[in-house]
Antibody, heavy 116, light 108 residues
Framework: HLVQSGAEVKKPGASVKVSCKAS????????LSWVRQAPGQGLEWMGW????????KYAQILQGRVTLTADTSTSTAYMELRNLRSDDTAVFYCARIMGALLLDYWGQGTLVTVSS | EIVLTQSPGTLSLSPGERATLSCRATQNIRNSFLAWYQQKAGQPPRLLIYGASKRATGIPDRFSGSGSGADFTLTITRLEPEDFAVYYCQQYATSPPTFGPGTKVEIK
């Protein structure tokens, strides 16, 4: 079970940090990916984190603007996206990695709207 | 990066009919690491099929996946009203994992 934080409205140039609280499994036993979906569009992988050791990998297109972290004491993962632009408006999902980069359980999604 | 294309873009069918969705990759997908997800409006994607043909937990057997190499198919044998949704394929063999653009299955 993955529960994400609520919707956000941000101005261009700002940052947003979305949380994803895991329950029902051992947090450090599975990686977590983040995927975004612009309105009416498809799914775009953003990166993944291993809560076990903090290893991360990011999509090249977001390199330098996104940071994934995980707090094992609260079983919560975070996605921070900086220097927001209007085309970052999207629903952001966290998803558990079952193996390789297969995503078996997804959070409910967090809508981030970037608008001046 | 492996690019996935899905066809058709939209499939208009009636309940009870058979749906056949295609997913094609720009290169062979190692180990058939190809998954299918279903997404309904306002909901997150739900994993249906992984490893090209294995049903995820709780997925009805009217959903089946097949294929290998660079060509994969999702078949829904008899469409139920709750099956009308958008379906995405995803390859997870190589990083970055990539998704197809989706096939919308709509009620005719």
């Amino acid at each position: 079970h993955l529960v994400q934080s609520g919707a956000e409205v941000k101005k261009p140039g700002a940052s947003v940090k979305v949380s994803c609280k895991a329950s029902g499994y051992i947090f450090t036993s599975y990686g977590l990916s983040w995927v975004r979906q612009a309105p009416g569009q498809g799914l775009e992988w953003m990166g993944w984190i291993s809560p076990y050791n903090g290893d991360t990998k990011y999509a090249q297109i977001l390199q330098g603007r996104v940071t994934l972290t995980a707090d094992t004491s609260t079983s919560t993962a975070y996605m921070e996206l900086r220097n927001l632009r209007s085309d970052d408006t999207a629903v952001f999902y966290c998803a558990r990695i079952m193996g390789a980069l297969l995503l078996d359980y997804w959070g409910q999604g967090t809508l981030v709207t970037v608008s001046s | 990066e492996i690019v996935l294309t899905q066809s058709p873009g939209t499939l208009s069918l009636s309940p009870g009919e058979r749906a056949t969705l295609s997913c094609r990759a720009t290169q062979n997908i190692r180990n058939s690491f190809l998954a299918w997800y279903q997404q309904k409006a306002g909901q997150p994607p739900r994993l249906l099929i992984y490893g090209a043909s294995k049903r995820a937990t709780g997925i009805p057997d009217r959903f089946s996946g097949s294929g290998s190499g660079a060509d994969f198919t999702l078949t829904i044998t008899r469409l139920e009203p709750e099956d009308f949704a958008v379906y995405y394929c995803q390859q997870y063999a190589t990083s970055p994992p990539t998704f197809g653009p989706g096939t919308k299955v709509e009620i005719k």
